[in-house]
């Protein structure tokens, strides 16, 4: 169906309509205006951070543990990081192979900052997390578009990541499970896309920051484990998502030994190190029970379940949400421009979600809505959304 | 397995040349009780999620009364911005002012925009050339090299930022106190003396404010929370 070309949408939002981190934010303002929204959008979790993590957090304000650290990050943090993703992600890293960042979106700046010089290409599956964008921008970088569809479930083919090579490639960005479609790149996959990646010398980059938030009967599979990648691999993982640590800004990346210094290089004159305190939260999130992630990730599962349900009664397509906190909808059954739709969802329902086109140009036809409300907030949602629906639907 | 030691490509030109990581700086803060409460009350209230992306409308407000009250400068809340430290400040201030190929006019000790400037590919200079986009002082710098430069600035289109954040003095005097030149000045400053470890900077003030905003929201999307409550606490109570 053809999208209304004619949105009737506010200057401040058609203002940035074409940088999908500034469209989002503009929403996100808006939203901020008004009363009583619900707010799908921002990535945000709802849940707490769990006790533990804040008990361990205090009691390091409360001992004075709150000096300056190395720039890579506190040694035993570094340390059992390196375990954790030897034992749950396969990985082959010591303590030298990691490296503490101020969330996840810093480990990728770092790390596009340490490997990519202008004229580079780094191929991108599309839809893609545009907040990266402006990281590959900084270094000079192109991104190059690796298409991924609904039918598919947005899995990633090693035939298309080929397909896209070039001689600038340098890199490929991976974000399994994926913002913003909630898709992932299975383990047959990533074995066909390793292997491309070894054939051209590619480095991968991939960001696993929702590798813990993986809905039955699929599983999370990290590609820097396969034979041959290890020295090509970038793993990007923060404790923002799982744990719902958002605003202690703590993160990590594994990496080859050489990748590690340069970051470091380049952090003590971009950021400096992370702050204290959430890297005692984070020793305390990965070395502690983990009943918390199990218990958060049948939260999202219930939620997710009534999230598809309400869609269904909307009319929205979309493919499988097999992890992560997003579901990546179909709105062409309405007949309106997604950023038109969002506006309209906001402005007249009070929900707030962020249309496709801020995850990729093409994307007019799609809606990223967040399960980070609690079940009865998502019903609600979905009894507002109704109405407005019906009210526009062309 | 062997962990991996050398990547399987090489690494970008631009870390060639950049210095080795320094061991951390032992400053030995000892905060107050009234900080420790305020911290712990933080985490308490659930304060553990993003915040602002510029930071909490708390902060940034008081950031602009003290520009106000010790500096008589005008700057709104919403040009404040809470930084990871002055070090995510000035990267953003560099990378964003002073384009690849200008001059960055640095009278003073260059030391700590050095490797900011080496990643964006803007030069450093200590005189004035053609080029120069941004100028770049402290209050340490000899009071009337400031002024002469600052009488040059007001026939550029110059940039300029002003970094308050490692002084040694502090003297009343502040370039955006200058109506010609304050649009296009950008203070720095942080608690790095007294809660380093916290990682709290802000940047205040220009006309670039909201692009300075988005620049550090791309690289970390906000400063650590419960930082920013406990510094709150610091600049309230100490200052």
Redesign the interface.
């Known amino acids: 169906m053809t999208m209304n070309a004619n949105p009737n949408i506010p200057d401040e939002v058609r203002a940035v309509a074409a940088d999908g ?2 469209l989002r ?1 503009a929403l996100m303002e808006m939203a901020r205006e008004m009363d009583d929204v619900i707010a799908l959008g ?1 990535g ?2 709802d849940l ?2 769990p006790p533990h993590i ?1 008990d361990a ?2 009691a390091a ?2 001992d ?1 543990r ?7 990050g506190m040694d035993e943090l570094r340390a059992v990081i390196a375990e954790h993703m030897r034992s749950v992600n396969g990985l ?3 303590a ?2 990691v490296m503490v960042t ?2 996840g ?2 480990g990728l ?1 770092l790390a596009i ?5 202008p004229g580079d290409e780094i191929l991108v599956p599309d839809p893609r997390y545009t ?1 990266y964008d ?2 590959i921008r ?2 000079g970088g192109t991104m190059v578009s690796v298409p991924t569809n609904r039918e598919d479930a947005f899995n990633l083919e090693a035939e298309a990541v080929e397909a896209a090579i070039t001689s600038a490639s ?1 890199a490929l960005l991976i974000v399994t499970p994926s913002n913003p479609t909630a898709g992932i790149v299975t383990e047959d996959r990533l074995r066909a896309i390793a292997d491309v990646a070894i054939r051209h ?1 590619l ?1 991968v980059i991939v960001d696993e920051i929702y590798g813990k938030i993986v809905y039955e009967p699929w599983q999370h599979f990290s590609i820097g484990s396969l034979p041959g990648m ?3 691999t970038i793993t990007l993982d923060a404790f923002s998502k799982a744990y ?6 703590c993160g990590y990346v594994a ?5 590690i ?2 970051m ?15 890297q005692w939260a984070g020793l305390a999130a990965i070395s502690g029970p983990q009943d918390c992630v199990a218990e958060y990730l049948q939260i999202y599962t219930d939620r997710r379940a009534v999230l598809l349900e309400g869609l269904d009664r909307m009319g929205f397509a979309y493919g499988e949400p097999r992890g992560g906190l997003f579901v990546w909808a179909d709105c062409s059954s309405t007949g309106i421009h997604a950023t038109e739709l969002s506006y309209l969802l906001l402005n007249e329902g009070r929900v707030l979600i962020f249309p496709g086109t801020a995850f990729g140009d093409a994307w007019r036809e799609y809606v990223r809505i967040t399960m980070l409300e609690p079940i009865d907030t998502l019903r609600e949602a979905v009894e507002r959304m109704l109405p407005v629906l019906e009210r526009y639907r062309v | ?9 090489p ?5 060639e040349n ?14 107050t009780a009234s900080v ?1 409460d305020a ?2 009350t933080a ?1 308490d209230r ?6 602002d ?1 510029p930071g909490i409308p708390e902060f940034r407000t008081w950031v602009a009364e003290h520009l106000r009250e010790r500096y008589d400068v005008s700057v709104d809340p919403s040009e404040v911005t809470i930084t ?2 002055s ?2 400040a000035r ?1 953003v201030c560099m ?1 964003l002012l002073a384009p690849p190929g200008s001059s960055v006019l640095c009278p003073g000790d260059s030391a700590r925009i ?3 400037l ?2 964006s590919g803007a030069r450093i200079v200590d005189s004035i050339e053609d080029d120069v986009s941004l100028l770049y002082i402290t209050p340490d710098v000899y009071r009337e090299t400031s002024i002469e430069l600052l009488q040059r600035a007001e026939e550029s289109d110059w940039w300029i930022v002003y970094d308050l954040s490692f002084a040694k003095t502090d003297p009343p005097f502040h370039p955006a106190q200058n109506p010609k030149l304050a649009s296009r000045v950008v203070t720095i400053d942080s608690l790095s003396h007294h ?5 709290l900077g802000w940047m205040a003030g220009s006309e670039m404010a909201l692009r300075l905003r ?2 550090k ?11 920013q409550w ?1 510094g709150l606490e610091w600049v309230r109570t100490a200052t």
């Open positions: 981190t500034q934010y921002r945000d979790p707490d951070t804040v957090a205090k304000i409360r004075g709150t000096d300056l650290t190395p720039i890579q082959p890293v010591g030298e192979n101020t969330g979106q810093e700046f900052q340490a490997l990519i010089d907040s402006d990281a900084r270094a340098k010398n480095i290890a020295e090509r719902a640590m958002t605003g202690w800004r990496a080859p030994a050489d990748v210094d340069a470091a290089r380049i952090k003590q004159v971009t950021t400096g190190p992370v702050a204290a305190v959430s | 397995m062997q962990s991996p030691q050398t990547l399987s490509r690494l970008a030109q631009r870390v950049l210095e080795a990581p320094q061991p951390p700086a032992v400053m030995a803060p000892t905060l420790v911290a712990v985490l659930g304060e553990t999620h993003y915040t992306r990871c430290g070090t995510e990267y990378t050095r490797g900011a080496h990643l809660m380093a470890g916290w990682r988005a620049g929201q791309a690289i970390t999307i906000c400063t650590t929370a419960v930082s406990a």
